[in-house]
Each structure stands twice: as C-alpha cells, then as structure tokens.
T-cell receptor
C-alpha cells in the first residue's frame, strides 16, 4: 500500500535553480527517508530524518519534517543535470523491531535542464 | 564493500512461462527485501526475510510467486506461471543488522517483460 504522496509528480527546472519536492503521509511514523532513482537503476538512499527531528542537511540536500502536518520536503539547492532522477519518500512505521515497515510514495520525477 | 548483486538484469518471457531472479545482499546484512516496481510507481514490498525466516509476505501473490533464502545469504524469487501484469522491475534490497528501519541498499534490479 502507498502511504506517501509526493508533490509535484513531475518537475522541470534549469541547472542552478533549486528544486523542492514534498511528501505527505497519513499515519504516525518512526522516521522518513528520501531515495533517488536514476532511470533504469536501483534506488539510492539520500537522507533519513527521525520523527523527533525537524530539519536535516546533507551537502546540497535539505530535508524538513512537520509531524503535525504529516509532511516532509526535500530541497535540492543549485541543481545539476546529474540530479535528473525520480525521488521517493518512504515512511517507517512506529512498530518495534523487524516488523517496522517502509511504505513508499509514488515519486517525483525531476528533470534538470542544462 | 560490494553492493547488492542481482541477476539477470533483463528477462523477456511469454505469459504462462516461469522465471527466477537471484539476489546476493551485502555481506553481513541480515534483512533482505524483494520489491516489485511497476513503471511510474513506487516500490511495492513482496517479501521480507530476516536471515532465512520470512518476516512479511502479506503482499506476495502466493499462487504464482515464491521466494526462498535457504542459508540466510542469497535469495531467489520465482514467478510461475507469469502473467502480463507481472511486467515490472524486481528490486532486491538489504539492510544492516539491528532494530528499526534504517537505510536500505538496493541492487540495480531485474527488469521483466511478459509478452
């Protein structure tokens, strides 16, 4: 079942611009993760933010989490053509141990034009 | 460290035929996942293993899909007989030992086309 809903579904920007993607979810979470998937490749983990965190940075990535609104945003600053990919959010349920599930959104397709 | 290995990368079969996909996770990763990803959608969990035991197979179509991880290392996912709607990318992922759901490491996927 899909929990996360990414917004927008598709985004096209010019190189150097910032790209913002949003993810909304329905149930309480333990953490929220963002992954990137280049065309025809597997998914690559970008960043994990825990439910008690509000903001996290990693290089050109900035992730925010608002648990009251059940939403997260991923900001990519100074985008590059190599950032062209699909971006997925995945939420981890609060269930303990190995039963903690990851539920995936449908993804945002980002195109960065040179 | 070596990543998650999957094979074959591409497979084309006719409906009602069978197919098998293989996955070798990162060494030491006790948790292994098989996902199905249909074009334009997010990954859908088919089965999760913890060592060689099944943790979650609630979304595995058990009448045609089967998976095993006999020695708690590599795993095989089989589809028999295949249907047109099984056309998808089958992704294998693994996770480090420990509680919780941290980072998953994915293989490159096996793309299945059913004609």
């Amino acid at each position: 079942s899909q929990q996360g809903e990414e917004d927008p579904q598709a985004l096209s920007i010019q190189e150097g611009e910032n790209a913002t993607m949003n993810c909304s979810y329905k149930t309480s979470i333990n953490n929220l993760q963002w992954y990137r998937q280049n065309s025809g490749r597997g998914l690559v983990h970008l960043i994990l933010i825990r439910s008690n965190e509000r903001e996290k940075h990693s290089g050109r990535l900035r992730v925010t989490l608002d648990t009251s609104k059940k939403s997260s945003s991923l900001l990519i600053t100074a985008s590059r053509a190599a950032d062209t990919a699909s971006y997925f959010c995945a939420t981890a349920s609060p269930n303990a141990g190995n039963n903690r599930k990851l539920i995936w959104g449908l993804g945002t397709s980002l195109a960065v034009n040179p | 460290e070596a990543g998650v290995a999957q094979s074959p990368r591409y497979k084309i079969i006719e409906k009602r035929q069978s197919v098998a996909f293989w996955c070798n996770p990162i060494s030491g990763h006790a948790t292994l996942y098989w996902y199905q990803q249909i074009l334009g959608q997010g990954p859908k969990l088919l089965i999760q293993f913890q060592n060689n035991g099944v943790v979650d197979d609630s979304q595995l179509p058990k009448d045609r899909f089967s998976a095993e991880r006999l020695k708690g290392v590599d795993s095989t996912l089989k589809i028999q007989p295949a249907k047109l709607e099984d056309s998808a990318v089958y992704l294998c992922a693994s996770r480090r030992p420990g509680l919780g759901t941290g980072e998953l490491f994915f293989g490159e996927g096996s793309r299945l086309t059913v004609l």
